[in-house]
T-cell receptor
Framework: KNQVEQSPQSLIILEGKNCTLQCNYTVSPFSNLRWYKQDTGRGPVSLTIMTFSENTKSNGRYTATLDADTKQSSLHITASQLSDSASYIC???????FGQGT | SQTIHQWPATLVQPVGSPLSLECTVEGTSNPNLYWYRQAAGRGLQLLFYSVGIGQISSEVPQNLSASRPQDRQFILSSKKLLLSDSGFYLCAGQDSLYGYTFGSGTRLTVV
């Protein structure tokens, strides 16, 4: 069973709108959580990384949150642009546990 | 910072032909190295990982093999390609400082 679950599987939004992607995990022990953006036909690129003690991390219009107690993370995209069209992948700790992406 | 070099970007090969994809790492020493395959619109499937020279672990049985002849070199190979080997192949490096870093990928089409 995959230890990292992402939702939704796919998302269509209007340009300029905000959206939130979810990542739930059961991986233990926990070291850090990363969100990656993967453009079609390209390799994933790191957006944010958060350790156990961090609750939020921003990178421009991308804001990631982490609740280590409930083992949930979210990636919020503000004022979406056409260039945000991509797959977003959640990776937990230093394992090979990847979410399936949104 | 850690950089993953992967080539070629695209490759079209006939069924039954051999394959060799090379991945090299820059900016770190003794990284864990990974080969992933990604079907269109799907998540990453781990194929092989290596924690050191000559150390290869396979996650799924398949028509592919991997080798790590040097600390910063990881090679994905096949003796005879199948149509089902078509896909997007990603090499990734991982260390304690930078976490995962991905190459730009190789789009393999077997015809």
């Amino acid at each position: 069973k995959n230890q990292v679950e992402q939702s939704p599987q796919s998302l269509i939004i209007l340009e300029g709108k905000n959206c939130t992607l979810q990542c739930n995990y059961t991986v233990s022990p926990f070291s850090n959580l990363r969100w990656y953006k993967q453009d079609t036909g390209r390799g994933p690129v790191s957006l944010t990384i958060m350790t156990f003690s961090e609750n939020t991390k921003s990178n421009g219009r991308y804001t990631a949150t982490l609740d280590a107690d409930t083992k949930q993370s979210s990636l919020h995209i503000t004022a979406s642009q056409l260039s945000d069209s991509a797959s977003y992948i959640c990776v937990v700790s230093l394992s090979s546990d990847f979410g399936q992406g949104t | 910072s850690q950089t993953i070099h992967q080539w070629p970007a695209t490759l079209v090969q006939p069924v039954g032909s051999p394959l060799s994809l090379e991945c090299t790492v820059e900016g770190t020493s003794n990284p864990n190295l990974y080969w992933y395959r990604q079907a269109a619109g799907r998540g990453l499937q781990l194929l092989f990982y290596s924690v050191g020279i000559g150390q290869i672990s396979s996650e799924v049985p398949q028509n592919l093999s991997a080798s790590r002849p040097q600390d910063r070199q990881f090679i994905l190979s096949s003796k005879k390609l199948l149509l089902s080997d078509s896909g997007f192949y990603l090499c990734a490096g991982q260390d304690s400082l930078y976490g995962y870093t991905f190459g730009s990928g190789t789009r393999l089409t077997v015809v």
